[in-house]
């Protein structure tokens, strides 16, 4: 992965999965609590006190009014997450990530008796600066949720067995930015205005993400190795083959 120079106001893709491709996430609390860390460190200030007692209603009314990035997209899944992010501020990318890994670590070693590196290194940022990368981005990320969905466990493999079925799930998805822009789910840290230029409405994202789902083995690797190729990742990594 090539190092890169965070600017304010470009759009970044950043990654990043458990050490050893661990589960990072094992309970529903677990991703409560990343949701709660990743809108009460979003500051340019201090850290509200006692973030621990904070649960996610409180968060979303509490959001700070000076972040240090704007969250366009997000995706957690059990031992990755993706982000698209645009810092607002110096430094304000590396602040916000650093705060929100380092927090998360503390909470689940703590919580789950372990000590160590809870992630592989530092988190991965990629500029989005290619049309084709800013096109492929989003939808493709919001599909990686289809690999819990049993009857479409092989999607990336053998092509999507229903359509209708797999975009209900993708919808449904609780720990994904999809559900707001499809106006389902209200995480209210999401700013549409970046994506909003392109998707309009939930229609046009319904409709993108259904033109998107493979049918055929080649459609699927052509995507996986486009994205990768765009990103400077490598499907073995992992962010992408998953």
């Known amino acids: ?61 509490n959001i700070p009014n000076n972040p240090l990035v704007k969250i366009h997209a997000f995706v957690l899944l059990p031992n990755h997450f993706h982000f698209i992010l645009e810092s607002l501020v110096e430094g304000g990318m590396a602040r916000f990530m650093h705060r929100l890994e380092m927090g998360y670590s503390q909470y689940f070693n703590r919580f789950y008796g372990r000590s160590g590196n809870l992630f592989q290194g530092t988190y991965k940022a990629v500029l989005i600066d290619d049309d ?11 599909l990686n949720p289809l690999d819990l969905l049993p009857t479409e466990a092989n999607w990336k493999e053998k092509g999507v067995k229903n359509k209708k079925e797999a975009l209900k799930f993708l919808a449904r998805y609780q720990w994904s930015s999809l559900s707001t822009y499809l106006d389902i789910h209200d995480y209210p840290f999401v700013v549409r205005d970046f994506f909003g230029l392109v998707y309009k409405k939930p ?9 998107w789902l493979p049918e055929e083995e080649i459609v699927v690797e052509a995507v996986v190795s486009k994205c990768a190729s765009l990103s400077g990742a490598h499907l073995e990594d992992g962010f992408f083959g998953f």
């Open 1 to 61: 992965m090539r190092e890169i120079e965070i600017v304010e106001d470009e759009i970044y893709h950043v990654f990043n999965r458990g050490t050893e491709k661990r589960k990072i996430f094992l309970t529903h609390k677990d991703y409560e609590r990343f949701l709660i860390n990743l809108v009460l460190f979003n500051t340019v200030g201090e850290v509200a006190g006692n973030t621990s007692r904070y649960d996610l209603s409180k968060a979303f009314t």
């Open 132 to 142: 084709a990368y800013f096109n492929y981005l989003p939808i493709y990320i919001h």
């Open 203 to 211: 229609d046009d994202w319904e409709k993108e993400i259904i033109d």
